[in-house]
């Protein structure tokens, strides 16, 4: 099916452990985003990239690494996860020379004990 | 920076009443402004946009009003639904198309 695929959905690791969410997406999107979302601030930037092999960072960038060598593919890694990476994390893209409408993924939800 | 503030976590309403969501900027009027609905353990989806030159825009029974004198969008929902509950986010696009969302306004409709 077309879309935006996320995996895992769910996963929970340890402090100190390297852990990498996936995101796949159908449409060759130009634009690729990964947010975090948390109670009380809402979704949060991390990294976004405008194409294959072009990445930036957004607003929380510390603590996470991304990395697109193909345009349908925007991994998500934490190097060394804090239980403060504890969150759900969303990955979206956007065509590209539109109104910036997002598609979201349906979330990974990443427990760090 | 800018800021994007949703000033209700949560709106309680009767079904068949109208719920009137908030959203306020900071700083210089975005170029767009954007609404999404977010079900619980789900993505948010896409509802509207509207435009900084825009002052109202309608889908089915959705409304969305843009004041760029008063730096906010109003989010309305009429004749509404028990399946209108969902948390609403407001969001602004920046360069690169990076969205900053409000943090979100959680509407129930009570039968």
């Known amino acids: 099916d077309a879309g935006i695929t996320q995996s895992p959905r769910y996963k929970i690791t340890e402090t100190g452990r390297q852990v990498t969410l996936m995101c796949h997406q159908t449409?060759?999107?130009?634009?690729m985003f990964w947010y975090r979302q948390d109670l009380g601030h809402g979704l949060r930037l991390i990294y976004y990239s405008a194409a294959a092999d072009i990445t930036d960072k957004g607003e929380v960038p510390d603590g996470y690494v991304v990395s697109r060598s193909k345009t349908e593919n925007f991994p998500l890694t934490l190097e060394s996860a804090t239980r403060s990476q504890t969150s759900v994390y969303f990955c979206?893209?956007?065509?590209?020379?539109?109104?910036?409408?997002?598609?979201f993924g349906e979330g990974s939800r990443l427990t760090v004990l | 920076s800018q800021k994007i503030e949703q000033n209700s976590e949560a709106l309680n309403i009767q079904e068949g009443k109208t719920a009137t969501l908030t959203c306020n900027y900071t700083n210089y009027s975005p170029a767009y402004l954007q609404w999404y609905r977010q079900d619980p353990g789900r993505g948010p989806v896409f509802l509207l946009l509207?435009?900084?030159?825009?002052k109202e825009k309608r889908k089915e029974r959705l409304k969305v009003t843009f004041d760029t004198t008063l730096k906010q969008s109003l989010f309305h929902i009429t004749a509404s639904q028990p399946a209108d509950s969902a948390t609403y986010l407001c969001?602004?696009?920046?360069?690169?198309?990076?969205?900053?969302f409000g943090a979100g306004t959680t509407v129930t409709v009570r039968a």
């Open positions: 449409w060759s999107h130009s634009y």
């Open positions: 969001a602004r696009v920046g360069h690169d198309y990076k969205l900053s």
């Open positions: 979206a893209s956007i065509p590209g020379g539109g109104t910036g409408e997002l598609f």
């Open positions: 509207i435009r900084e030159n825009e």
